[in-house]
C-alpha cells in the first residue's frame, strides 16, 4: 500500500492506469471514521490499494474530492474508470470483487445480520456522532453524554453483545474479523477517546478491535498526524 498526497494531475493518471489498480481516496486517519471503514477493511483481507488522503476543512478540500466524485466527500475508491463512492457501497464492492476473502460471514443468517448492523451503523446513531466525534488522539472523558449518545451507546453494546453471543463465540462479532468489525471500529476509537464504560466482555471485544493489525496501523497513522480540527 502506498500513501500519496494528492497532486492537482493525479486523478486523470490515475483513472488511465488500468483495471488492477485500487485507490482509495480517504480524509484525516485521527478524524474521518467514514474512511477508516473500507480502509481497514481493504487492509485487514489483504486487498492491495494505493492511499490517497485528503486533510479535510482546507480552503482546497472540497475542489481536491471533486476531482474524484461528484458527492464531495471521502471516502471514494477508483478501479480503472470505475468510482465507488461512500463507504458501505465501496466495502460491498471489495467483497464482490475479492469473493475468496471472506469480508463477509458464510453463514447466510450470520451474512444477513452483519449486514444488518451495517446498514443500521451507516443511516443511524446520529446522537453518538453528533456528541462524541472521532478523535484517536484526542481523550474527553466523560465529555459527549447526551441522552441521544447515551441511547446510541446503549444499541451499539445491545448490538455487540446479541453477536458476540449468538455468532462471535467471544472474538469478533461474527468469529473471524469482518466487515462488521471494520464498521464498528470507529466506534470503538470513539469509546476510548471519551472513555465509556463497558461489561467487561464488551471492553475485551474492543480490546481485540484495537489490536487487531489493520485498525493498529490505522491508529499509529492517526497518531502521527499533525492536523488539529477543531470542528471535528
Given at each position: 500500500m ?5 497532486d492537482?494531475?493525479l ?15 480517504i480524509?484525516?486517519?485521527n ?24 486533510v479535510l ?7 481536491r474530492?471533486a ?17 465507488i463512492?461512500?463507504?458501505?457501497a465501496i ?16 453463514d447466510v443468517?450470520?451474512r ?14 446520529t446522537?453518538l ?7 484517536i ?14 441511547g ?6 445491545e ?6 453471543a449468538?455468532?462471535?463465540?467471544h472474538e469478533?462479532l461474527?468469529?473471524?474479523?469482518s466487515?462488521?468489525?471494520a464498521?464498528?471500529a ?5 469509546f476510548?477517546s471519551?472513555?465509556?464504560s463497558?461489561?467487561?466482555?464488551l ?5 481485540r ?5 489493520a ?6 497513522a492517526?497518531l ?5 480540527l477543531?470542528?471535528?
Amino acid at each position: 500500500m502506498q500513501n500519496t498526497e494528492l497532486d492537482p494531475v493525479l486523478s486523470e493518471t490515475l483513472r488511465k492506469a488500468g483495471k488492477n489498480s485500487l485507490t482509495l481516496v480517504i480524509g484525516n486517519k485521527n478524524y474521518s471514521s467514514w474512511s477508516m471503514r473500507p480502509w481497514v477493511a481493504a487492509t485487514a483481507f489483504d486487498i492491495p490499494f494505493k492511499e490517497i488522503r485528503i486533510v479535510l476543512d482546507q480552503p482546497d478540500t472540497g475542489n481536491r474530492i471533486a476531482e474524484f466524485s461528484a458527492a464531495g466527500r471521502v471516502p471514494v475508491l477508483l478501479d480503472g474508470e470505475t468510482t465507488i463512492w461512500d463507504s458501505l457501497a465501496i466495502c460491498e464492492y471489495l467483497a464482490e470483487q475479492f469473493p475468496d476473502r471472506g469480508m463477509w460471514p458464510q453463514d447466510v443468517a450470520a451474512r444477513a445480520v452483519a449486514r444488518s448492523i451495517c446498514a443500521e451503523m451507516h443511516s443511524g446513531f446520529t446522537g453518538l456522532r453528533s456528541a462524541m466525534g472521532m478523535d484517536i488522539r484526542g481523550r474527553y472523558p466523560g465529555q459527549g453524554r447526551t441522552p441521544e449518545a447515551q441511547g446510541d451507546i446503549g444499541r451499539v453494546c445491545e448490538i455487540w453483545e446479541d453477536c458476540l453471543a449468538q455468532f462471535g463465540h467471544h472474538e469478533f462479532l461474527f468469529g473471524d474479523f469482518s466487515i462488521a468489525d471494520a464498521f464498528y471500529a470507529p466506534v470503538v476509537m470513539r469509546f476510548r477517546s471519551y472513555q465509556v464504560s463497558l461489561a467487561p466482555a464488551l471492553q475485551a471485544y474492543c480490546d481485540r478491535v484495537v489490536a487487531h493489525p489493520a485498525v493498529a496501523r490505522w491508529i499509529t497513522a492517526a497518531l502521527a498526524e499533525t492536523e488539529v480540527l477543531p470542528d471535528h
